[in-house]
């Protein structure tokens, strides 16, 4: 499984981000981001099909995670921007058939794209 995550920036609070990840293989997928100084955390998931999802309540009705199976691309749609939401994003895929907030249960990590939200 190979990941690339692109679409980070530069963004002012309240304004929106779309990240993609292009991905290959049939895997779960998440999204995580850390901070500086801060622990990697979880952020969103996804499973195969795209009917189930999972999110952090930090960004619950804020962020939105689709995937375009057809484009082997996951997507993270993030509104309503923060600047506790800055930090480098990475997409991540898991050969677990359910949705995992663990960071240990992701197997294939992209390398990570910065999002910056100034206040």
């Known amino acids: 499984v190979q990941l690339q995550a692109f679409g980070g920036g530069l963004v002012q609070a309240g304004g929106s981000l779309r990240l993609s990840c292009a991905a290959s293989?049939?895997?779960?997928m998440g999204w995580f981001r850390q901070a500086p100084g801060k622990e990697r955390e979880f952020v969103a998931g996804?499973?195969?099909?795209?009917?189930?999802?999972l999110y952090a309540d930090s960004v619950k009705g804020r962020f939105t995670i689709s995937r375009d199976n057809g484009k082997n691309t996951v997507y993270l749609q993030m509104n309503s921007l923060k600047p506790e939401d800055t930090a480098v994003y990475y997409c991540?895929?898991?050969?677990?058939?359910?949705?995992?907030?663990?960071?240990?249960?992701?197997?294939?990590w992209g390398q990570g794209t910065q999002v910056t939200v100034s206040s």
């Open positions: 293989g049939r895997t779960f």
């Open positions: 991540a895929a898991s050969r677990k058939n359910w949705i995992t907030r663990g960071v240990n249960d992701y197997d294939y």
């Open positions: 996804i499973n195969w099909s795209g009917g189930s999802t």
